[in-house]
């Protein structure tokens, strides 16, 4: 879970593709920022906490928290779902539903389970089958990769079940110009191709940010997947925690005592 916090921490001022990132600034640095990545995130913990894990419970639980933490780079089509206040599905296939879904992976105690959590926290926002389908990619990858996964047998997985193309290095896809995608089709496998070719966690998430595309959601799903392998460093881990409120380190921590009995990745 805070894999993908931080990733998102550290790629949020690169988003608006005014500053590219070319690997010269520390990960952290004074831009650093938590977006509706992390607040959604957070969201989905609190309500894998819960006993209610519908989908119409995690509805609510991106309400709540979207609503209590305004003006943080919400789509505008999560807004629009916002402004209206109602649980009505919205078909969107953004990345949305990928960005925020780490948590489930770690709750899951089996690979079926982790799909059809990831099916449900999607529903309402992100309800088109491709929105629906990144959800699931991340929350299954989170899964596998606890249960120790290699990168090639999570490769072949992903491929296999979703039909998503992870054979294509990323600096064939940077030099083919990747372009901005705020859509599942077009980050969630490179986010995942970020991971594959990583030694360490700041080296995923620097990968990510290095595709200049949707930085923070891109680094916030590499980071997610890295923090299984890899974990956080202490000092990254430090840096995200100061600048959190208590409503968000109380999430964070007892998320961590549950489902990852405590340890720190």
């Known amino acids: 879970m805070l894999g993908a916090i931080l990733g998102d921490f550290c790629g949020a001022q690169y988003e608006s593709r005014r ?19 992390s607040i ?16 119409e419970s995690f509805a609510r ?19 629009l779902w916002l402004q209206n206040g109602e649980l009505v599905e919205n078909n969107s296939f953004g990345n949305g539903s990928a960005m925020r879904v780490a948590p489930v992976g770690w709750a899951a105690r089996t690979l079926d389970e982790a799909l059809e959590l990831a099916c449900a926290s999607a529903l309402y926002t992100h309800g088109h089958p491709e929105g629906v389908k990144g959800a699931q990619i991340i929350a299954a990858a989170v899964f596998m ?9 999570l490769k072949n997985y992903l491929e296999t079940t979703f039909g998503c193309d992870l054979s294509t290095p990323l600096a064939q896809i940077m030099a083919q110009g990747y372009a901005f995608s705020a859509t599942c089709q077009g980050s969630v496998p490179q986010a995942v191709r970020c ?17 200049n595309g949707d930085t923070d959601t891109q680094a916030d799903m590499a980071g ?18 100061a600048a959190m409120d208590e409503r968000m380190k109380a999430v964070l921590l007892a998320f961590e005592e549950r489902f990852l009995n405590g340890v720190r990745l």
Request: charged letters at 25%; proline letters at 3%.
């Open 19 to 37: 500053s590219r990132y070319d690997g010269s600034r520390p990960l952290l640095n004074d831009g650093c920022r938590f977006t509706d990545d």
């Open 145 to 153: 990769l606890r249960r120790g996964a290699s990168g090639d047998e």
């Open 195 to 211: 991971f594959l070719e990583s030694s360490s966690y700041e080296d995923a998430i620097v990968k990510a940010l290095m595709l």
């Open 224 to 241: 997610s997947l890295a923090q299984v392998r890899s974990g956080v460093p202490e000092a990254m881990r430090a840096a995200a925690l």
């Open 61 to 79: 639980g991106y309400m709540e928290w979207g609503r209590a933490y305004p003006g943080r780079g919400y789509g505008r089509g999560f807004r």
């Open 40 to 55: 959604l995130t957070f969201a989905t913990a609190e309500t894998l906490l819960g006993g209610d894990r519908s989908a």
